[in-house]
Structures are given as C-alpha cells and as structure tokens.
C-alpha cells in the first residue's frame, strides 16, 4: 500500500506518488509508468490423486521434482541486446522493405546467456483435513528458473478421487441406504466406518418412520449432524453427513395371506371396502407400466391422418385466400 511505501507523507497531498507519472496513468491508463522489477517466469502445475480418507484426515508426502536452475551469472545477449528478439529486413518488392521480428537464436528469446542445469528437488506436501477437489498447494519461486526472471511456481493441485461409500460435496458426506419395509417401519441399525476409521452405528430412534420418499417426490433425506468432513482451516467445525434412504417393497406374491391380513390389522388405515353392484360396474386391475410412455397411447396411425389432413385443410383455405 502507500503508507507501507512512504509512510504518512506518502497519504498527504504534496507525497512522492501523486506527480506528473500518477496524472498520466489516471487519464491515459497506466502508459506512462512501467511496472518495476523482473518478470515472472510461468506456474508449473502438478495433478495430485488424493483420496478422500486423506482429505478428511490431512497427511503429508514427499514428491520429487525436476527443475531448471541457472549456473553462475547470466549475461546480456549482445545478438538482441537483452531484448530476445532480433529485427530483420526483407525486401519484397522493388523499393519495398518489410520488416520481421523473430526470437533471438543466441539466446533462445531470453535476452540474456546463462549456463543452466537440471536439478532434483523433494518438496513435502501437506494436505490439510478438509482440502477440495483443484485446491492448490503452492510452493513459490520453484518453477524453472531464467535469465533476468522471478521464477514461476510450483502448484500441487489437488484431484479427489471417487469414494466406494461417500459422495461429497464442500463439507457435507453423502450415502445412500436401502431399507426392507420391515426395517423402515420398525426400526433398523447400520455399521458403517468412517474415513478416519471409526465404526459409526446409525441406528433409528423408537417409533421413528423411513418414508419411500420426501415432500414432492423428492427422495427421503435424514442427516447425522456434524459426522461429514472438517472444514479446510478449522477442522473442528465438521460439515453433516447425509443418508438418502430407498425402501424395498415386497414383490408381488411375496407375502403370504397370513402376513397380510396380520399387517391389515397392525397398520392403520387400511382399506375400506367399496359399495358397488358386481353385476354392473368393471372390475379392472393394474399392470407394470413405465411414466416415459405417458402421451403415447392410443393408435398412432389415426393422429397422423388426422394432422395430415388438418395441414391439407390449411393450405386449401390459404390458396382461397
């Protein structure tokens, strides 16, 4: 900032920073000053596979790089005179002179002659608990280095591999359960172990009921609070972790006459028996169908006739027209 430059002259109206270069660069945008220092070499950027275990736990690994270091001091190419590039004329045409710029061939475009070698480097990275998915784990000035230029740096970037259990997203844990109608109904218990290696029984509470699905038909969600993953950088604070349940219906004949005049009297509501004459209404019953084919029933040949002669009639009354 400009206090850290200059200090509290550097805030006043009579500071180092407000002359004629300031004036320019506020009309102009920015062309009369030049930014100071070296230029920065470009980030070279790693894939790293961590698992989720590792994410959730954190955990450190020594990975080996190769580097370009310089040798000595690099000096000024004399072919370009540090700018890396060298003009060329060529004449195209009688009295025509077109004028080229390629990359200086002594110094490979650098502007500056360095002796360079290859260097093995061990960085440890550290994955803290509750890194993302492209998250990055930087090391400054690591890159290649170069001629009259900041080295670039080193990104380790985080790819998250896929969980045999848990899906996640930011903090919160996502599984899936699939429950019998008994269990959902009466109640079950189930052992999974966590990803730092605890066993975690999730177990339902007395009279508590698992529906087939949530409120608009959405599925039927519960969660148990503060057991998905610690947030990255206050691993303390620990996201939820959410049960999308399925409940498994007994196919058809499955049960038993037994069974479900049993069920009939131990669940409430059951069916009531409608009035009607046998003699004169229909009896119909239900077979397995798919939603997808909703809209497509009905002979198909006759609506096309019908829209083919609905165009017909159109166009003879445009011709009347």
């Not at 180092?16 to 660069?25: I, K, N, T, Y």
């Not at 969600?221 to 057991?227: A, D, L, N, Q, R």
């Not at 947030?231 to 604070?237: D, E, L, Q, Y």
Request: aromatic share 6%; with cysteine.
């Amino acid at each position: 900032s400009r206090y850290d430059k200059y200090g509290l002259d550097g805030v006043s109206d009579d500071n180092p920073g407000h002359g004629a270069e300031d004036l320019f660069s506020m009309f102009f945008g920015g062309g009369g000053r030049r930014s100071a220092g070296p230029r920065r070499g470009d980030d070279i950027n790693h894939p790293l596979k961590v698992s989720l275990e590792d994410l959730y736990n954190g955990k450190t690994v020594k990975l080996a790089v190769q580097r370009q270091v310089l040798v000595g001091e690099p000096k000024l190419c004399t072919a370009c005179d540090g700018r890396g590039i060298v003009v060329e004329l060529r004449q195209i045409a009688l009295g025509m002179v077109q004028q080229l710029q390629r990359k200086c061939p002594e110094c490979g475009g650098e502007g500056y002659i360095a002796k360079k070698k290859r260097e093995r480097k061990v960085l440890e990275v550290h994955i803290d608990k509750g890194m993302r998915h492209n998250q990055k784990v930087v090391f400054r000035g690591m890159a290649d280095e170069k001629p009259n230029m900041e080295a670039g740096n080193i990104n380790f970037v985080v790819q998250e591999k896929e969980h045999a259990l848990f899906t996640r997203k930011g903090a919160d844990l996502l599984i899936s359960k699939t429950l019998s109608l008994n269990e959902a109904l009466c109640g079950f218990e189930w052992k999974i172990t966590h990803l730092d290696g605890r066993e975690v029984v999730i177990k339902s509470k007395p009279g508590e009921v698992i529906k087939a699905e949530g409120d608009g038909g959405k599925p039927f969600v519960k969660i148990v609070p503060s057991e998905g993953m610690p947030s990255h950088g206050n691993p303390f604070v620990k996201g939820d972790l959410y049960v999308v349940f399925r409940v498994q219906f007994p196919k058809d004949g499955e049960l038993s006459e037994a069974c479900i005049q049993a069920l009939r009297k131990a669940l409430p509501n059951p069916s009531m028996e409608e009035e009607y004459d046998p003699d004169t209404a229909e009896i119909v019953h239900l077979e397995h169908a798919s939603v997808k084919n909703y809209g497509k029933g009905g002979a198909s040949t006759s609506n096309s006739a019908y829209d083919e002669d609905e165009d017909d009639e159109q166009r003879v009354q445009c011709q009347q027209s």
